[in-house]
């Protein structure tokens, strides 16, 4: 027994971490089963708590940066207003929406902090139902349609007629939805195209979303839904983290294949109904 305590010692200060008794007593033996397997979820919960603390620590430098840049530029401008004694209606103009731009990103960044926090800390429930796909794809593309069409945009649209069923929740496949195609539209610009395609096979829905633009390097692309990510060219957000954390809550997928100026495919994958 005093070699048992001596071990428990040596844990508890950190130099050892499982505990290692020969012995032929069968009460001993589990007993030392049960200290090692509640040692090795202490180990685990530790790691956990660690990697936790790490990625907090990540994602609140990241958000500092991502807030702070914008209201820098805002501070700039409004300096500039103070000091000059006569700008023209036109130059007051171009600053004030260079303010309502950026205080719209400030505000767009502090939604998606709260709402990533909301849906980590299991607190909000998506009842799913099953919900026909077909007119929730139409919507989402029609939500954009103006910008499709002043950007000169192609749009492909592969989308069934037939009602197509799937388990979802309505509201949260309506924000992926909308998150993947405002992405294709601002970081697929260069190809000048977007696709939306709805398809199935035994036992799943399929929705893909598509561009044509510079895409994402393969090395990124395991990288791109942790929260606050940044990317090469300095890009980074929330989007879609939050987009992934609902779609898991509708217990299906959200993946991603790129090649870059080729072609890259978001696709949302979701259970039959």
């Known amino acids: 027994m005093s070699a048992l305590t001596q071990q428990l010692n040596e844990q508890k200060a950190g130099s050892r971490s499982t505990i290692s008794l020969q012995t032929n007593d069968p009460d001993l033996q589990r007993i030392l089963v049960e200290i090692n397997r509640l040692l090795n979820e202490k180990q685990d919960l530790l790691k956990m708590y660690h990697q936790k603390e790490d990625m907090i620590k990540k994602m609140v430098t990241n958000i500092s940066h991502d807030l702070r840049t914008p209201l820098t530029v805002v501070q700039g401008l409004v300096e500039t207003l103070l000091k000059e004694d006569q700008v023209s209606v036109e130059d007051e103009r171009r600053y004030l929406l260079k303010i309502q731009e950026r205080t719209t990103q400030i505000n767009t960044t502090i939604h998606h902090f709260f709402e990533l926090a909301k849906l980590e800390s299991q607190d909000v429930a998506l009842p799913l139902q099953r919900l026909n796909l077909t007119p929730v794809c139409?919507?989402?593309?029609?939500?954009?349609?103006?910008?499709?069409?002043?950007?000169?945009?192609?749009?492909?649209?592969?989308?069934?007629?037939?009602?197509?069923?799937?388990?979802?929740?309505?509201?949260?496949?309506?924000?992926?939805?909308?998150?993947?195609?405002?992405?294709?539209?601002?970081?697929?610009?260069?190809?000048?195209?977007?696709?939306?395609?709805?398809?199935?096979?035994?036992?799943?829905?399929?929705?893909?979303?598509?561009?044509?633009?510079?895409?994402?390097?393969?090395?990124?692309?395991?990288?791109?839904?942790?929260?606050?990510?940044?990317?090469?060219?300095?890009?980074?957000?929330?989007?879609?983290?939050?987009?992934?954390?609902?779609?898991?809550?509708?217990?299906?997928?959200?993946?991603?294949?790129?090649?870059?100026?080729?072609?890259?495919?978001?696709?949302?994958?979701?259970?039959?109904?």
């Open 138 to 273: 139409k919507q989402s593309i029609l939500h954009f349609y103006h910008q499709i069409e002043v950007g000169q945009i192609e749009l492909n649209l592969q989308l069934e007629d037939r009602p197509i069923y799937a388990l979802a929740h309505e509201d949260a496949l309506n924000r992926v939805l909308q998150n993947l195609i405002s992405n294709a539209l601002k970081y697929g610009q260069d190809g000048s195209f977007i696709g939306l395609q709805l398809r199935e096979d035994a036992d799943y829905i399929y929705i893909d979303v598509r561009d044509k633009g510079r895409g994402i390097p393969l090395e990124e692309q395991q990288h791109i839904f942790t929260r606050l990510y940044k990317t090469d060219d300095g890009q980074s957000g929330l989007g879609l983290t939050i987009a992934r954390q609902l779609v898991a809550k509708m217990h299906g997928e959200l993946s991603v294949k790129s090649e870059p100026f080729r072609e890259t495919v978001f696709t949302i994958r979701l259970n039959k109904a």
